[in-house]
């Protein structure tokens, strides 16, 4: 009679022990879950406030930048400066330009810019700029007629690709409203692998 109740007792503490490690793993998976999905709700988060993705589209900023390539932007505090590469959103003046440009900041409110056409050089208030980061010198003036001072509120953009972007030398873009600026690009995330932004 001691052995059936022990069996009994020990099938019964069996049963127990089993049911405790399925909700143990049940438990487990639920947390799993529970942390991964918050922690992709966050990262969304952070994508929609402080950084965004936004993929280059044409070749105004070659080399620089590549057709196809994604940029992560930061878009938190930002302002902008003279070099930094910014994603801009201001309304298109023709429907033959994109409303999101890729450009480079080349001057900022109370700046003025010159760009000398037969030597391909550009200035901001006299001084010649060092632009590795261009492949050939400036020498398409699109509408540009300076020197202008860029006035408050306003940034002036060019693409790297000098004579083949369609920027802020051109009546079809003009210069750029600060409000309009969605941020900076940090760095590439495609290709991978060619993350630095020059």
Known sequence: MEEIRIEEQRSEENTVNEQTEKKGSVGFLFDLVSIIATSAIA??????????TVGVVGRSMNPTL????????SAFDFEPKQGEIVVTCQPAKSEIIEDTLVKRVIATEGQTVDIDFAEGVVYVDGVALDEPYTSEPTTDREDFVGPVTVPEGYIFVMGDNRNASTDSRSNLVGMIRKEYVMGKALFRIVPFGNFKIG
Do not use: M, T
């Open 66 to 73: 590549q057709w196809g390539d994604r940029i992560v932007l």
């Open 43 to 52: 990262v969304a988060v952070v994508f929609l406030f402080v950084f965004r």
